[in-house]
């Protein structure tokens, strides 16, 4: 199948996710792939930025710091290149209309509304930023049906899972697996984690990730949000979407069948892999990226998740069990509580602690639109900063 040339936006491209992507296009443009950068996007890593603007020469870059801006505009000199910083100018560069496809890295709750302008205005979506189907899944669909445009995952676990169902009927599902590394704190009891320090969580053992989503996968909330986000992808109750331990991180996700049959997605831990697979969508491309030894990995072993120790994943099945704005809640405590958590000033074990607070207290709406959300997601971030 011949692969038509693709224009990209890249929200979040100095990040980690953000560079995996840029080193997959630079693999494939080795190869003879038409792929041409129109956008990229940092908050304040300037440096990275205006190497990956030498490189890729996109038409405009934006620039969330305004400081970093500043000093991006005094220190290179790049002819024809628009330079934004704004946050207002972001929904502009999203509407742009000479790319086909916006790569959305970005995380937090911010990844939201420029998904929703890049659908609203034709763009196809690739994301990562699991925050924008956590609190919007439902909007989020609708709008894809509306405008006919296409959300493709790169997180490597519901990539595993759009592969595996390719072909087959959705309402053959009897469930899918998600896999789970069990993080730096897999082998460790409660009492042991508790006081953790921000070092001990940021040991992820496989992956290496921004510091926001490394304590996630420690709490295990990046894995209750990928449930969260199963649940919107591939439209399945949250009944049907089971967690495993699988150390290794070999195989990426699973779904079974009805018949009993099961498919599993598998690949040494590399983000590269997903992230083609999103951009070259449906075609499968060569790389030269590592491929994956089996007499090297001949062990791969699984294990139940500890509810006690990761009550973030226990809290995320509680409110699965109505719908409503409770995922609004639970996104804005965790961003909040994990920042607090990051500069010290709050003990590991109380973030599920504040999260379960916050959603205790919260009034659930079954019926809301986006400004709903945004005001919801203010209320709940003021009230964690004042008790905190």
């Known amino acids: 199948m011949g692969y038509k040339k693709k224009n990209i936006g890249i929200l979040g491209s ?18 003879g792939i038409d792929i041409s950068i129109s956008f990229l996007s940092t908050n304040n890593n300037i440096g990275i930025l205006a190497e990956q603007v030498k490189e890729f020469s996109p038409r405009s870059i934006f620039i969330l710091n305004k400081n970093k801006a500043k000093e991006f505009k005094n220190s290179y000199n790049f002819n024809n290149l628009k330079i934004y910083d704004d946050i207002k100018d972001i929904i502009e560069i999203i509407r742009q209309d000479d790319y086909e496809l916006l790569i959305n890295s970005t995380v937090g709750f911010s990844g939201l509304i420029p998904t929703i302008e890049a659908i609203k205005t034709g763009k196809n979506i690739a994301l990562a930023n699991k925050e924008t189907l956590v609190v919007a899944g439902k909007i989020i669909n609708e709008l894809l049906l509306k405008h006919k445009r296409t959300l493709l995952p790169i997180d490597s676990e519901h990539s595993a899972i759009l592969q595996c169902l390719a072909g087959e009927d959705i309402n053959s599902i009897e469930k899918i697996i998600l896999t789970a590394s069990g993080g730096p704190f897999r082998n460790k009891t409660y009492e042991q984690i508790k006081n953790a320090t921000v070092d001990d969580a940021l040991n992820h053992p496989n992956w290496n990730m921004g510091n926001k989503i490394t304590i996630d996968s420690a709490t295990m909330m990046n894995k209750g949000f990928e449930i969260i986000e199963a649940k919107w992808l591939f439209k399945i109750d949250y009944e049907k979407i089971k967690v495993v331990i699988h150390p290794q991180s070999i195989i990426h996700s699973m779904v079974e069948f009805k018949d009993g049959s099961i498919k599993a997605q598998l690949g040494i831990p590399d983000m590269r892999i997903p992230i083609q697979y999103a951009i070259t969508y449906p ?29 973030c994943l226990k809290i995320v099945y509680d409110i699965l069990k109505q719908e409503g704005t409770y995922p609004v809640v639970l996104n804005a405590a965790n961003e909040v509580a994990v ?5 010290g000033k709050i003990k590991f074990f109380e973030i599920p602690l504040i999260i379960r607070r916050s959603i205790e207290t919260h009034k659930n709406k079954i019926a809301f639109d986006i400004e709903e959300i945004i005001e919801i997601d203010k209320l709940t971030r003021k009230e964690i900063l004042d008790r905190n």
């Open 14 to 31: 100095t990040g980690s996710i953000g560079r995996n992507t840029l080193d997959v296009i630079r693999n494939l443009i080795s190869k």
């Open 283 to 311: 075609d499968r491309l060569q790389s030269d990226f590592p491929k994956m030894d089996f007499i090297k990995y001949s062990n791969l072993t699984f294990e139940e998740p500890d509810f006690l120790k990761f009550e």
């Open 339 to 343: 920042d607090l958590f990051l500069k």
